[in-house]
């Protein structure tokens, strides 16, 4: 089993930033990707971003490229979310997700295997 703990999120002004971060420990794949996804009352979880294991490719949602970055540190299971320039349509709960590492289809939700419990990102105006 797979545990995956985020933090970081909170309540910022509109052009703030914050770092979300997410552990994993348990019995992870021997290599991983992870991703972030993101959830708004009444609205469907969207893709936010994706690393590869190797931390060399990476993926972004249309709403965050230029934005936002990934990576992670391997050595701490962790990855971890840079946001900059927040809007308040970036308010929603933000998830972490793991699956076997791929290159591809890292966008799509039923692809990840295992979810953190998410952590609430809200943005004023």
């Known amino acids: 089993q797979v545990q995956l703990v985020e933090s970081g999120g909170g309540l910022v002004q509109a052009g703030g930033s914050l770092r979300l971060s997410c552990a994993a420990s348990?019995?992870?794949?021997?290599?991983?990707?992870m991703g972030w996804f993101r959830q708004a009352p009444g609205k469907e979880r969207d893709f936010v971003a994706a690393i590869t294991w190797s931390g060399g490719i990476t993926y972004y949602g249309d709403s965050v490229k230029g934005r936002f970055t990934i990576s992670r540190d391997n050595a701490k299971n962790t990855v971890y979310l840079q946001m900059n320039s927040l809007k308040p349509e970036d308010s929603a709960v933000y998830y972490c997700?793991?699956?076997?590492?791929?290159?591809?289809?890292?966008?799509?939700?039923?692809?990840?295997?295992?979810w953190g419990q998410g952590t609430q990102v809200t943005v004023s105006s």
């Open positions: 348990g019995r992870t794949f021997t290599t991983y990707a």
């Open positions: 997700a793991v699956r076997r590492d791929s290159i591809s289809s890292l966008r799509f939700a039923h692809g990840y295997d295992y």
